[in-house]
C-alpha cells in the first residue's frame, strides 16, 4: 500500500488536531456491509446525518490525485459508507490545488490530477455537492475527520471486486448496491447530462435522419492500454458478439448501431475499419484524447482549462454508453459505471441482460448472441 500511495500520490493538506484528525487503518477498522442489503443501511444513515444543520463530525472523503477518472468516484463511495456506518456527515473533499498546472508551477515531481483545473474543484467540476455540503463549507471548520491514504485504502482496495466482478453472484450483489449509491451521492452535473444528450441526439439523427423506427444500439467499451488489474480484452473478442447483435437487430427498416468507446487508438481503429462510420458512432465523432501503447490518458499533464475538457470525455463517454440497449464490456470503471447509470435510470432493467462482460466467467452469452 506505501507504493500505491506514493505512486498515485494522496492529498496531503493540513489536517492537524484538534480541528481536524487524521485517521489510521487501526483506527478505522475492518470494511464492513458489502452486500446488497448495504445499500438501505447506508443511504438510512446517510441521510439522518444529513438532516443535522451543524458540521461537526464531517468526515472528507479524499482519492488518489493521479488515477483514472472514475477512482475518485470509487474512493468517495467507499469513505461515504464508512462515515455513513458511523452516523457521520461526509464531504468530497478530494485534493485542492492538484491540477498540473499549478503543481508544475511549484517545481516538483509530485503527482498532478490531470483531470482538474486551476480555477475549480476537483470534484464539484463535475458532480453535484453531496447532500448539499461542499468542500468549501468545512475547511477550517470544526472537528473534520479524514482516513489517511492506508487507512483509505484498507475500505477502498476490497471493495475493487464490486467494480471488476469476477462471477455473476458477485456482479448482481455490488451492483444492486453500487447503482443504489451512484444514483444519490454521484450525481453529474445538470449540464454535463444535458450535453450528452445533445450528443446522442447528434449522432444518431447523422445516421438515420427522422426515419422511424429507432435504432438499435450496441455499446462497445474496450479497454486498452496501460489496463492491469485484470487482462486487456482485444477487438477479436468482441467482434463475433457484434457481428451477432448486428445480424439479429438489423431486420426491415430498422437499423443496427453501434456506439464506440474505448481509449485505445487501435482498437478504436480496428472497430471502425470493420463496420465503418456510418454504423459506428463515436463521442465527438472519434475526436476525443486516445492514447497507444501502455500509455494511459490519466497520466497525461494537463494545464489552460484541459483538465475538466478531458474530465468531461469521460463523464459523455459513461452516460452515452449508458443510454445503449446493450453494452459489451471488460473490467473498467468506465463502463462499470455505465451499468450504476442504467440501473438507476432506467429503474428495474436487469444489468445483466444490459450487460455482457467479459471479465465474468459464468456469464451466459446474450440470447442475441447465440
Known amino acids: 500500500m506505501p507504493r500505491l500511495c506514493s505512486d498515485h500520490g494522496w492529498p496531503h493538506a493540513p489536517c492537524a488536531p484538534p480541528s481536524c484528525v487524521r485517521m489510521s487503518v487501526r483506527d478505522a477498522g475492518r470494511p464492513r456491509l458489502r452486500s446488497s442489503a448495504v445499500a438501505d443501511v447506508v443511504l438510512q444513515r446517510a441521510r439522518q446525518a444529513a438532516r443535522h444543520s451543524n458540521l461537526t ?41 492538484a491540477d498540473c498546472e499549478t503543481v508544475r508551477a511549484t517545481a516538483t515531481t509530485a503527482p498532478c490530477d490531470v483531470y482538474a483545473d486551476a480555477d475549480s474543484d476537483p470534484w464539484e467540476a463535475y458532480f453535484e455537492p453531496i447532500y448539499g455540503l461542499r468542500a468549501a463549507d468545512v475547511r477550517g471548520g470544526n472537528q473534520t475527520t479524514e482516513l489517511d491514504c492506508a487507512a483509505a485504502l484498507a ?133 476525443v484524447a486516445r492514447a497507444a501503447g501502455d500509455a494511459a490518458i490519466w497520466k497525461r499533464s494537463g494545464g489552460g482549462g484541459a483538465g475538466r475538457r478531458l474530465g468531461v470525455q469521460v463523464l459523455l463517454e459513461t452516460i452515452l454508453l449508458s443510454r445503449c440497449d446493450h453494452l459489451l464490456k471488460a473490467s473498467s470503471s468506465v463502463s462499470e459505471f455505465a451499468v450504476y447509470l442504467k440501473m438507476g435510470r432506467d429503474g428495474g432493467v436487469d444489468a445483466a441482460d444490459f450487460a455482457y462482460d467479459f471479465g465474468i466467467r459464468d456469464q451466459a452469452l446474450p440470447p442475441w448472441a447465440t
Request: hydrophobic share 40%.
Open 155 to 287: 475500505q477502498h482496495l476490497p471493495d475493487t471486486n464490486g467494480v471488476y466482478p469476477r462471477t455473476m453472484a458477485q456482479a448482481a450483489s455490488y451492483r444492486a448496491r453500487n447503482a443504489a449509491l451512484v444514483s444519490e451521492w454521484i450525481r453529474i452535473r445538470h449540464d454535463v447530462y444535458h450535453e450528452a444528450e445533445l450528443e446522442w441526439r447528434r449522432l444518431v439523427r447523422a445516421r438515420i435522419g427522422g426515419r422511424a423506427p429507432t435504432p438499435a444500439v450496441l455499446g462497445v467499451h474496450l479497454r486498452g492500454t496501460d489496463k492491469f488489474i485484470t487482462p486487456k480484452v482485444g477487438p477479436e473478442r468482441y467482434l463475433p458478439l457484434i457481428d451477432a447483435f448486428v445480424r439479429n437487430h438489423e431486420q426491415g427498416p430498422r437499423t443496427a448501431l453501434i456506439y464506440l468507446a474505448t481509449d485505445d487508438r487501435a482498437y478504436q481503429q480496428a472497430i471502425v475499419k470493420r463496420y465503418g462510420e456510418r454504423r459506428v458512432m463515436q463521442l465527438m465523432d472519434g475526436g
Open 57 to 97: 463530525g464531517v468526515v472528507r472523503a479524499r482519492s488518489f490525485v493521479s488515477d483514472g477518472f472514475w477512482a475518485r468516484a470509487h474512493f468517495v463511495m467507499t469513505q461515504g459508507i464508512w462515515a455513513s456506518l458511523r452516523g457521520a456527515r461526509f464531504v468530497a473533499d478530494l485534493h485542492p490545488h
